[in-house]
């Protein structure tokens, strides 16, 4: 008895199955995973398209997102180009402002230079007239007197001129009140104006020389200084203050300012700020000393001022 073959393809046969259902079962099977690979193809376009759409969706709104942005990028360079353009305008005018700030400057600054030169001619002018006169300090005061007479008769002796002489030469005698009398409770002054300096000269130097004296009373016989050249004294009191502390002599400047030296240095000061500064320098070297010719000085000093 002969052997039985195997089947080529057991899966493609089934128990009980005819080699017709088997081949018909075939092209079901081929028919089914065709339509199956065409709606696999189907599906997949379908999403391709609508990823393709989305995409372009996304690259248009991109594309108009740029061209606002670009849009937005040329207003704003725009407007910082018109910004540029006010400042640049601006920075004329304030240059401008800065130079026509500077030129008043310097006129104002002129005017005050023309208007100081002005009062220090004026302070000249007055301290020529001022050389022939004097103040004199602790008088005593009567109700009607005539001052040139008490006045010449008193200081005549002093200079050992005759009392007519004197006073044909005293111009003028009237008493003035002051800041420092009025402190100090003392009689007002008694301001002279002489016709010549030569004797106004003699009255001074013979009140530096003896103690004069009026109906029993000790007189201070002062120079006379013009108001504005003692208001601009009293901005260099401090140096002078130092310097008279320490037995320095100086001689003040017309129309401001001290000179004096300390060993073999000369020193001009002419304003308050080479004042300040001189004292700000000097200070720690200096010694203060009190001495009795330091404080008659500053009283006579303050007198003056006064």
């Known amino acids: 008895m002969a052997a039985k073959r195997p089947n080529p393809n057991p899966k493609s046969q089934t128990p009980g199955t005819s080699p017709a259902q088997t081949s018909a079962l075939g092209k079901l099977t081929s028919q089914e995973s065709e339509k199956s690979d065409k709606e696999w193809q189907t599906t997949m376009q379908n999403l391709l398209s609508t990823g393709f759409d989305q995409i372009n969706r996304r690259l248009t709104e991109m594309t108009n997102q740029m061209t606002y942005i670009q849009a937005e990028l040329t207003e704003t360079k725009e407007q910082v180009t018109q910004i540029k353009t006010k400042t640049q305008d601006i920075e004329g005018k304030m240059k401008n402002t800065d130079a026509r700030l500077d030129k008043a400057e310097e006129s104002v600054q ?23 006169m004097l103040r004199i300090q602790n008088v005593p005061e009567k109700g009607s007197e ?3 007479t008490v006045m010449s008769e008193a200081l ?5 001129m005759d009392v007519a002489e004197f006073r044909q030469g005293l111009e003028a005698a009237f008493r003035v009140s002051t800041a420092y009398v009025r402190k100090n409770n003392l009689p007002k002054e008694v301001h002279l104006r002489f016709t010549k300096k030569a004797i106004r000269d003699k009255v001074l130097r013979a ?14 016989v002062l120079k006379q200084i013009p108001w504005q050249v003692r208001q601009r004294r009293k901005e260099y ?13 100086y001689r003040w400047l017309t129309p401001e300012g001290l000179f004096f030296r300390i ?12 004042a300040q500064n001189f004292i700000e320098k000097m200070r720690k070297k200096l010694k203060k000393t009190d001495n009795k010719e330091s404080e008659e000085r500053s009283r006579e000093e303050q007198s003056q001022l006064g």
Do not use: F, V
């Open 110 to 132: 002129q005017i005050q230079r023309d208007q100081r030169q002005c009062q220090d001619r004026l302070i000249m002018l007055e301290m020529e007239r001022a050389l022939k």
């Open 146 to 148: 005539d001052l040139e």
């Open 156 to 160: 005549a002796p002093a200079i050992e």
């Open 207 to 220: 009140s530096q020389e003896k103690q004069l004296i009026i109906e029993d009373k000790k007189i201070n």
């Open 237 to 249: 009191a401090s140096l002078a203050q130092l310097l008279q502390q320490n037995g320095i002599s």
């Open 263 to 274: 060993d073999t240095q000369r020193y001009n000061i002419t304003s308050p700020m080479k």
